[in-house]
């Protein structure tokens, strides 16, 4: 059996920076029995492959002359034991429809990672995080298919090398496997992680002492929303940089000039600065050049004004890298992936 592909493929919709660009070739991937077809086909031995889930992460600055394999395998699987739940999820499954589920049924873990873009085979990648949660605190394993040999394989918490946005799908495993589905470790007894952002300050101005689990998501979904401009909107990717890490003689260089910057301890005496912080210092907050932008209400978000190219904007957060590190003396690095 032939599997069907489509050929001069619009992006244009399956990215949310909202960007145009072109596949060579397309297919859309609903469960592993596929990919294996997909595997047996000339243009997946012969082509450039691009693995898509929800096109949040990435910024098309040319058409791809390859194969997109568009991630859309389905399915939500759950095993108790005792206290722990371990949740199995499609690669192909919307990351937020996931934490709904969760947060739904009391499993706790991923409550602060609401409202994050994109899929759940994407987040082990990124190894996505947000308010003081990474998916490496509650990631158990993966299934990925290995391009190379054309099979499944199992991927272990340590296997992944998970750091700071970063994973060894994103280094020494990147173009190699493509992740078919996500198990995650989490809880019936719920450890609240309130004390990064703006979560403490605006349960306390709701009222509510004593947060739930669907407290803490509502929340962190409200505080995004404020934050960040809905993509079907105004075309964007959320966090455009990482937060930089810096060591703790460069951080007190920059707190001696500027004394108000804003940080976070991390592990080894490292300090983590807000990237956000950082451009709006340097002025780009709510800034319009051309067709992009900076978002008027968090300045670490790039926005596509309307008809914007994937150049226009790497060429804008070239202008921002530059301007950070005149500044501050710190190198901003893109979360987002360029192509």
């Given amino acids: 059996m032939k599997y069907p592909l489509q050929a001069d493929k619009s992006l244009l919709k399956l990215n949310t920076f909202g960007v145009e660009a072109s596949a060579k070739y397309y297919a859309g991937v609903k469960s592993e029995n596929a990919l294996g077809l997909l595997a047996e086909t ?17 910024l098309f600055t040319k058409d791809f ?15 108790e034991e005792g206290n722990e739940v371990y949740v199995t999820a499609g690669g192909g499954v919307v990351w937020n ?23 759940v085979g994407a987040a082990p990648v ?40 970063d994973s060894f799908f994103k280094n020494e495993g990147r173009g190699n496997y493509i992740i078919t589905e996500v198990t995650l470790r989490l809880s019936k007894i719920p450890k609240l992680n309130l004390s990064y952002g703006a979560i403490e300050s605006e349960l306390e101005r709701r009222g509510i002492s004593q947060p739930s689990l669907r407290d803490v998501a509502d929340v962190v979904s409200s505080i995004r929303v404020n934050k960040l401009p809905d993509p079907t909107s105004i075309g964007n990717s959320g966090s455009f940089f990482k937060n ?26 490292q300090i983590k600065l ?9 002025g780009w907050k709510g800034k319009k050049i051309g067709n992009t932008g900076t978002w008027k209400n968090q300045a670490l978000v790039l926005v ?18 530059d301007s950070v590190y005149a500044k501050f003396g710190v190198h901003l690095e893109r979360e987002v992936n360029m192509l």
């Fill in 42 to 58: 000339i243009e997946f031995s012969m082509e450039p492959l691009l693995i898509l889930g929800g096109g949040s992460n990435i």
């Fill in 244 to 269: 930089p890490i810096i060591s703790a003689d460069e951080f007190k260089r920059i707190e001696s000039i500027f004394p108000d910057i804003v940080y976070y301890p991390v592990q080894s005496g």
């Fill in 97 to 119: 429809d996931l934490v709904q589920y969760c947060v739904d049924r009391d499993y706790a873990g991923i409550e602060n990672l609401s409202l994050i873009p994109g899929t």
């Fill in 126 to 165: 990124q190894n996505i995080g947000a308010y003081g949660v990474e998916l490496m605190d509650v990631f158990l394993s993966c299934r990925a298919f290995d391009i190379q040999e054309k099979n499944m394989i199992i991927f272990d918490h340590a296997a992944c090398q998970f750091s700071y946005r």
């Fill in 274 to 282: 807000a990237a956000g912080w950082l451009i709006e210092k340097c």
């Fill in 304 to 321: 596509n004004h309307g008809n914007a190219s994937g150049s226009e904007v790497y060429k804008l957060s070239e202008k921002i890298i």
């Fill in 65 to 79: 002359p390859g194969l997109v394999l568009h991630m859309q395998i389905p399915g939500i699987k759950v095993r």
